[in-house]
C-alpha cells in the first residue's frame, strides 16, 4: 500500500525532459524566482506532486505525448482545452511551489500558516475610501475548479 506522497508511475527519461520545456514555458522565473528547471520541477518535485495528486498523472502523461512543440502544446489546450490545461499547469505549478528554495523565497515555510487576525476597526479604512465598493456592487464571483465544470 502507498502513501500519498509515492508514486507508483514513473515518467521516463524522456518525458522528464519534455516536461522541464513545458515547465519552463509555465515558470519561466523572474522577480528574483528561479525557473522551473532552475529547482528540478521534472525531477523529484514533480513525482511528490503526482504523489500527492494520482489522478493527474494520466493528464500529465497525455500533455507530454501530445504531438508538436511544447509552445504549441499549451497554446492549443489553453484555447481549446482548458480544464486539461488548468490540470496540467496545477500539478507543474505544485511541483514549483513545494521546493524549498521556492517556498522559501516567497516566505512561506510550509505547513499551516500563522492566524493573523484583523484588527477591530481595520475593516473601516478600506471601505471608507470606497475601493471596494466595485466589488461589493459586482457581488460573489469565483472560478470553478476541474473538477466543478461541466
Avoid: C, N
Avoid at 114 to 137: H, K, M, Q, R, T
Amino acid at each position: 500500500m502507498s502513501t500519498p506522497l509515492q508514486l507508483e508511475f514513473r515518467l521516463s527519461q524522456a518525458q522528464r525532459d519534455r516536461l522541464a520545456v513545458f515547465a519552463d514555458l509555465l515558470i519561466s522565473g523572474g522577480a528574483g524566482l528561479p525557473a522551473a528547471t532552475e529547482v528540478d520541477v521534472a525531477g523529484a518535485w514533480i513525482d511528490r506532486a503526482l504523489g500527492a495528486r494520482p489522478d493527474l498523472v494520466e493528464t500529465v502523461v497525455g500533455v507530454l505525448a501530445e504531438e508538436g512543440e511544447p509552445a504549441e502544446v499549451l497554446a492549443r489546450l489553453r484555447a481549446q482545452e482548458p480544464e486539461r490545461f488548468d490540470a496540467f499547469a496545477f500539478v507543474v505549478a505544485g511541483a514549483y511551489l513545494i521546493h524549498p528554495r521556492v517556498r522559501k523565497l516567497l516566505g512561506y515555510p510550509g505547513g499551516a500558516p500563522e492566524p493573523s487576525p484583523a484588527f477591530p476597526d481595520e475593516a473601516d479604512a478600506y471601505l471608507e475610501d470606497g475601493i471596494l465598493d466595485v466589488v461589493i456592487e459586482r457581488g460573489p464571483s469565483y472560478r470553478p475548479t476541474p473538477e466543478a465544470r461541466g
